[in-house]
C-alpha cells in the first residue's frame, strides 16, 4: 500500500538559507500534518492543512510557511534558517472519515 | 513485516479497566515515543523513553531494551481517555506503528 512520501529525506544548509520540505500523502487524503522533532525532544506539532486550507496552526515560526496544493501535497517553506531549526520535520496525512495519521519516514533538517 | 508493531490494533474497555497497550520494534533505537491522538487533533506526545519506565499521573510506560519492546499502561480507564495510541521509534529517522484506537466505555 502507499504510504506518505516526504522529500528529501535529508538535507543540509546553512544558516539564513532557505528550504522547502515536501510531503505527499497518501491518496485520497486530504488532510495534513506538520510536525517538528528537535534532537531529544519531544514532536512538536506545527501546522495542518484541510482540502487546502489551513486547518490549524501550533508552534510555528513566522519564518516558516505551508500549503496544500490541489493534489493534497503540501510544502513547508522556511526561511532565514537557523541553528536550531535543526530537526526532523516528519508529516502525516489522513482522510476525513477517520482520524488515525498515517506518518511520513520525516526529512532530517541540518543548519550549519 | 512492520519494523514497529503494536498490538492490540482496537480495544475496547469499561470505565475504570487496567489497560495496556504493547510495542515491539526490530531496529536500534535512541529512543521510543508514546504519541496519542484524539479525533480532530494533531498528536500529543505522552512519554519519550530511553530505558526504564516513566509514570505521569494514571499513564505508566516502560521499555525492555534487550527484548526491543515497550508497553503502556493506564490505570483507572476513563472514557477520556479514548484516544488512539502511537508507539514511534527514533532510529535514524522516526518509523511509527499503526495504533492502537482505545475505546473506554462509561
Known amino acids: 500500500a502507499a504510504g506518505v512520501i516526504q522529500s528529501p529525506r535529508h538535507l543540509i544548509k546553512e544558516k539564513r538559507e532557505t528550504a522547502t520540505l515536501k510531503c505527499y500523502p497518501i491518496p485520497r487524503h486530504d488532510t495534513v500534518y506538520w510536525y517538528q522533532q528537535g534532537p531529544g525532544q519531544d514532536p512538536q506539532f506545527l501546522i495542518s492543512?484541510?482540502?487546502?486550507?489551513?486547518?490549524d496552526k501550533g508552534s510555528i515560526p513566522d519564518r516558516f510557511s505551508a500549503q496544500q496544493f490541489s493534489d493534497y501535497h503540501s510544502e513547508l517553506n522556511m526561511s532565514s534558517l537557523e541553528l536550531g531549526d535543526s530537526a526532523l520535520y516528519f508529516c502525516a496525512s489522513r482522510t476525513g472519515r477517520t482520524y488515525e495519521q498515517y506518518f511520513g519516514p520525516g526529512t532530517r533538517l541540518t543548519v550549519t | 513485516k512492520n519494523e514497529v508493531e503494536q498490538s492490540p490494533q482496537n480495544l475496547t474497555a469499561q470505565e475504570g479497566e487496567f489497560i495496556t497497550i504493547n510495542c515491539s520494534y526490530s531496529v536500534g533505537i535512541s529512543a521510543l515515543h508514546w504519541l496519542q491522538q484524539h479525533p480532530g487533533g494533531g498528536i500529543v506526545s505522552l512519554f519519550m523513553l530511553s530505558s526504564g519506565k516513566k509514570k505521569h499521573g494514571r499513564l505508566i510506560a516502560t521499555i525492555n531494551i534487550q527484548e526491543k519492546h515497550s508497553s503502556l499502561h493506564i490505570t483507572a480507564s476513563h472514557p477520556r481517555d479514548s484516544a488512539v495510541y502511537i508507539c514511534?521509534?527514533?532510529?535514524?529517522?522516526?518509523?511509527f506503528g499503526a495504533g492502537t484506537r482505545l475505546t473506554v466505555k462509561p
Open positions: 514511534a521509534v527514533e532510529a535514524d529517522d522516526m518509523r
Open positions: 492543512f484541510y482540502e487546502k486550507m489551513q486547518s
